[in-house]
């Protein structure tokens, strides 16, 4: 008979930071990697429909107001193509990112900038992270 092994814990979930402020989204891709996720990063939404098609996030975070393809736009093009599922959209103006969200038949939570990391995370946590495993 063989010894019991443990059961290697799960890999953190992958998550897509995108934002046009370098800055910001450099910030936020360090913080999340050091609480564990995997994190890619894109500038612009056309990076991101791209690396999302290549990798399948679990949870995307983008900013709404971006050059090229905007934050809604690229959010449409990942769940209709099925690249992701969940999208989280960052906006200093979210009723009215919300209201352009719904009428493109998004069901993406909006969180209002400026943001703090412990609300982005408890948001990010809660759609990416089995019940019982936010810290």
């Known amino acids: ?6 059961k290697p ?3 953190m979930p992958t998550l897509l930071v995108v934002d046009d ?6 910030e936020l891709a360090e913080l999340f990697e050091r609480v564990g996720y995997h994190v890619l990063s894109a500038a612009d939404g056309i990076e991101a429909v791209e690396i999302a098609r290549e990798q399948a996030p679990t949870v995307v975070l983008m900013d709404v107001g971006m050059p090229q393809l905007d934050g809604i736009a690229a ?3 990942m769940t ?10 960052m906006s200093g103006n979210p009723e009215l990112v919300t209201d ?3 009428r ?3 069901t993406s939570i ?3 900038k400026p943001l703090t990391f412990e609300t982005c995370r408890r948001v990010i946590d809660s759609l990416a992270l089995p019940r019982g495993k936010t810290g």
């Open 1 to 6: 008979m063989t010894p019991a092994r443990d």
């Open 104 to 106: 493109q038949g998004l």
């Open 9 to 11: 814990a799960p890999p």
């Open 110 to 112: 909006v969180l209002t």
């Open 21 to 26: 402020d370098d800055a910001l989204r450099m």
């Open 75 to 77: 959010a449409e093009i």
């Open 100 to 102: 352009a969200a719904a």
């Open 80 to 89: 209709l193509l099925r690249h992701t599922e969940q999208v989280v959209l």
